[in-house]
């Protein structure tokens, strides 16, 4: 298995640019979720799913989009990027439609708004 | 709503040294995660409490969960420098909420 992916690893946007930040898992998790992680602040929690078709805010959801059509995919969209939107986004997946076992986080992308 | 603090921000011990890391919730938890995240890696899963006054151990690692379930704590014996690292506590009441986390640095 691969566990949970995150595509790109790096990006540098311009200020008002939309992108969309991949996530996949293979591991056939009914939970997944969105961090973003700033120096200082852990991890604030920005969307996350429960299963397909499901998905709810977190935290810190402004300027964000999230979709689940899969039990597979959830990616993250910026609609319209800010500078303070410049973070670590991790990619997260736990089994039982809770967030109450295990999360495996991906590897990161690390986005750069100027 | 649910905030979840850790504390101290920064620790930095001498190889052999004890270190701990303490969590404390606004409301009372159903169970709270511990996870370590190295330099420029991402967050691993450690350990879970889920009992009220439950403790874990984890070789030199020990976990505890209090008696009101609205703090945590983390206590490594004799650090390694393969202890290094940034170690979170996230509580969960409805959703998941991070602790900033404790960066651990270890001298040799």
């Known amino acids: 298995n691969a566990g949970v992916t995150q595509t790109p690893k790096f990006q540098v946007l311009k200020t008002g640019q939309s992108m969309t930040l991949q996530c996949a898992q293979d591991m056939n998790h009914e939970y997944m979720s969105w961090y973003r992680q700033d120096p200082g602040m852990g991890l604030r929690l920005i969307h996350y799913?429960?299963?397909?078709?499901?998905?709810d805010q977190g935290e810190v959801p402004n300027g964000y989009n999230v979709s689940r059509s899969t039990t597979e995919d959830f990616p993250l969209r910026l609609l319209s990027a800010a500078p303070s939107q410049t973070s670590v986004y991790f990619c997260?997946?736990?089994?039982?439609?809770?967030?109450?076992?295990?999360?495996?986080f991906g590897p990161g992308t690390r986005l750069l708004v100027l | 709503g649910q905030q979840v603090m850790q504390i101290p921000q920064y620790q930095h011990v001498q190889e052999g040294e004890d270190f701990t890391t303490y969590c404390n919730s606004s409301?009372?938890?159903?169970?709270i995660q511990w996870y370590k995240q190295r330099p420029g890696g991402h967050p691993v899963f450690l350990i879970q409490?889920?009992?009220?006054?439950e403790v874990k151990k984890q070789k030199r690692l020990t976990f505890q969960f209090g008696e009101a379930k609205k703090n945590s704590s983390l206590h490594i014996t004799a650090t390694q420098t393969t202890d290094v690292g940034t170690y979170f506590c996230?509580?969960?009441?409805?959703?998941?909420?991070f602790g900033a986390g404790t960066r651990l640095t270890v001298k040799p």
């Open positions: 997260a997946s736990s089994s039982l439609g809770q967030p109450q076992e295990t999360q495996y």
């Open positions: 409490l889920v009992k009220s006054g």
């Open positions: 996230a509580g969960n009441n409805n959703d998941m909420r």
């Open positions: 409301t009372t938890l159903s169970n």
């Open positions: 799913s429960v299963g397909a078709g499901i998905t």
